[in-house]
């Protein structure tokens, strides 16, 4: 024992902490019988898609000569659906696409609002209003103790904001 000790005393600080790192680290039976476990849902996004709902349309002539200056109180729905059996995992759907929801999943609200549409002079204007949504798949995996247990195909759609637009006719 003395010549070892004598022997660590000698070599350099730098050496001795390598040579430690290649020593194998042996556990105790309790240690290895002991797991960090992964309960729980995971999302793993596949497709995302956006798109239009026109809820409004009007069709404003301007035959003056002056611009002329619209104001419709309109309605859109607002809302967020899924098939997650969690909503952890539509939390997770929401995170990956990176476009937030207006509404809490399972909700579906009218929203009525003031928008103010100019027309220039002798010219006729389709006016619309609506909601702007987005829609993503994925698979849905469940794991208990860190093992997979189940993995299902999802789906969810929800609007991010409202719309308004003015196309001219001929």
Not at 4 to 14: A, C, D, L, N
Not at 68 to 76: E, G, M, Y
Not at 79 to 89: E, G, L, N
Not at 144 to 163: A, C, E, F, P
């Amino acid at each position: 024992m003395f010549k070892r000790k004598k022997m660590i005393q000698t070599i350099s600080p730098i050496l001795l902490a390598g040579l430690l790192s290649l020593t194998p680290f042996h556990k105790t039976e309790a240690e290895i019988n002991t797991y960090i476990p992964y309960d729980g849902y995971e999302y793993v996004h596949s497709t995302d898609t956006k798109g239009l709902t026109i809820y409004w349309t009007h069709t404003h002539v301007n035959n003056k000569s002056t611009t002329d200056t619209v104001s419709h109180t309109v309605k859109r729905e607002a809302y967020a659906t899924a098939t997650v059996s969690s909503s952890s995992t539509f939390n997770e759907m929401v995170l990956e696409v990176g476009i937030s929801t207006e509404v809490s999943l399972g909700a579906r609200v009218e929203k009525t609002t003031t928008v103010t549409w100019t027309i220039p002079p002798y010219s006729t204007y389709t006016l619309r209003y609506g909601s702007r949504w987005v829609k993503a798949t994925g698979k849905e995996n469940y794991y208990s103790r860190g093992t997979l247990i189940s993995s299902k195909t999802v789906s969810g759609q929800w609007t991010y904001q409202g719309y308004s637009d003015s196309i001219k006719q001929n």
